[in-house]
């Protein structure tokens, strides 16, 4: 009986220091796993209410770019025809439909998005209502410890809209995200200075999500190289002193804090050459990867 006893402490003790160092790992020197939905945690009203994952799969997928190049497009329509409609920050579809649709089923959010979405509170969380949003940003800003402030924020939301779909990107994920980045580029995100895009945690999500992925609004990394490209807005509802080619550029440069969209597309390319994303406005064919 003794035996058992003691063979049965040691396999929980056995258990219980493999749980620890699992922990260490992910949160320090380990490279971080795929979570896939688990790595997006729903922000819960009360800390009592227990944790909750995404669940959400979509067979076909828009992801609808904020680029100026949605102007004159006229793919409302198509977009709206998808099973699920991902949409960035806070960007608008009132006034724009005919070319950027109606529909959003979710939103990736960056941590400084969020106070634009308070400041239209009544608008993204009550016809709207339906929208998963999904949250990412730095630890400072998202921890759930009660000095997370934009995490704080989002709780006070959930208190208001009980039945808003709100969730955050765990940090686990976040750090997968940049290991990604590392193994596309091999830089590394930190040492670099950049921070990623909220378009790439935005492909991110949707390969976790959706079967077959349409990219609306976005040009291939050599586009802003071209010498007979044209001159749009960043975003298609807000006009800019610098044009898109122009943010890129100066974000390209930026030493410390700049996101490196021409980068990220680059990345992009090599997805779709392997047949994981689909650019059917504008229209351009990935080269083949050899």
């Not at 220091?17 to 688990?38: F, K, N, Q």
């Not at 949003?133 to 997370?148: A, C, I, S």
């Not at 990219?215 to 050599?222: A, K, P, V």
């Not at 021409?262 to 994303?277: C, D, M, N, V």
Request: hydrophobic share 35%; glycine share 10%; aromatic share 10%.
């Amino acid at each position: 009986m003794k035996s058992l006893k003691l063979r049965c402490f040691t396999v929980s003790l056995a258990t219980l220091l493999l749980l620890l160092w699992y922990s260490r790992v992910i949160r320090t020197g380990g490279a971080p796993l795929d979570l896939g939905l688990h790595g997006y945690v729903r922000v819960q009203p009360t800390a009592t209410s227990g944790s909750q994952s995404l669940s959400l799969h979509c067979t076909t997928c828009a992801v609808v770019s904020s680029s100026g190049h949605m102007l004159g497009s006229g793919r409302g329509s198509e977009i709206d025809a998808h099973d699920c409609v991902i949409r960035m920050n806070a960007a608008p579809t009132g006034g724009f439909e005919a070319d950027v649709g109606g529909r959003t089923s979710v939103r990736m959010v960056s941590h400084t998005s969020v106070p634009r979405l308070l400041r239209a509170e009544a608008l993204f969380f009550g016809p709207d209502a339906a929208t998963v949003y999904v949250v990412w940003g730095p630890e400072r800003n998202m921890r759930q410890d009660g000095k997370g402030r934009i995490f704080n924020v989002l709780v006070g939301l959930a208190r208001r809209h009980p039945r808003a779909h709100l969730y955050a990107v765990r940090r686990e994920k976040v750090l997968y995200c940049d290991r990604v980045f590392q193994e596309e580029t091999g830089k590394d995100r930190m040492k670099s200075g950049a921070f990623l895009s909220t378009g790439f945690f935005t492909m991110i999500l949707a390969l976790d999500v959706c079967d077959s992925i349409s990219i609306y609004g976005m040009m291939d990394g050599s586009y802003c190289g071209l010498a007979n490209h044209s001159s749009v807005p960043y975003h298609y509802y807000e006009s800019y002193r610098l044009d898109e080619c122009g943010m890129y550029r100066l974000h390209e440069r930026a030493r410390r804090g700049g996101h490196r969209f021409i980068t990220e597309k680059h990345i992009y390319q090599r997805w779709a050459s392997q047949g994981k994303l689909h650019f059917p406005y504008p229209t351009w064919v990935p080269q083949q990867q050899t």
